[in-house]
């Protein structure tokens, strides 16, 4: 599988793993995230979140074996019928998203998401992460707290 094709098959991963087939503002806004990243380019940032999400895996395996050819992947259900169209929309996007087509909705502002009915959220948002807008999102994206300063011992 060439470079892009590897790049988008992540994509596509992950975006099923965390908003579904047609979650185009969360895809997009997780994207931008994943791009913004420091751990060695786009590739190894999907690549972590891939790794990161074995739960995800472990309950839907055929994910593993999405690819933007949107051939069934081995593992699909048999009790769901295999829509390829849902599968080259989101191809279509993932490819988009790597060619810069596609806008932040978060405008720059999104580091991390998690699900809006979450444990992880709640604790996020009790450690001083803030909430961004990024439109109809499934997801919650969040902004970082600042760094804190040490305060200096008065003597």
Request: proline fraction near 7%; charged fraction near 25%.
């Amino acid at each position: 599988m060439a470079q892009i094709e590897l790049l988008a098959a992540l994509l596509m991963r992950v975006w099923l793993a965390e908003a579904g087939w047609t979650a185009e503002a969360d895809h997009a806004a997780m994207a931008h995230i994943l791009m913004a990243e420091r751990h060695g380019g786009l590739e190894q940032a999907v690549a972590q979140m891939v790794d990161r999400h074995s739960n995800a895996l472990a309950q839907r395996p055929w994910l593993i074996g999405l690819n933007p050819d949107c051939h069934e992947p081995a593992g699909w259900p048999q009790r769901r019928p295999w829509v390829p169209v849902l599968c080259a929309a989101l191809a279509d996007r993932a490819y988009r998203m790597l060619r810069g087509e596609l806008p932040n909705p978060c405008h720059g502002e999104a580091q991390q998401w998690r699900a809006k009915r979450s444990r992880a959220l709640r604790s996020a948002i009790k450690r001083g992460y803030r909430r961004i807008g990024c439109g109809d999102t499934v997801n919650a994206f969040l902004r970082e707290p600042p760094p804190t300063k040490r305060r200096r011992a008065v003597r």
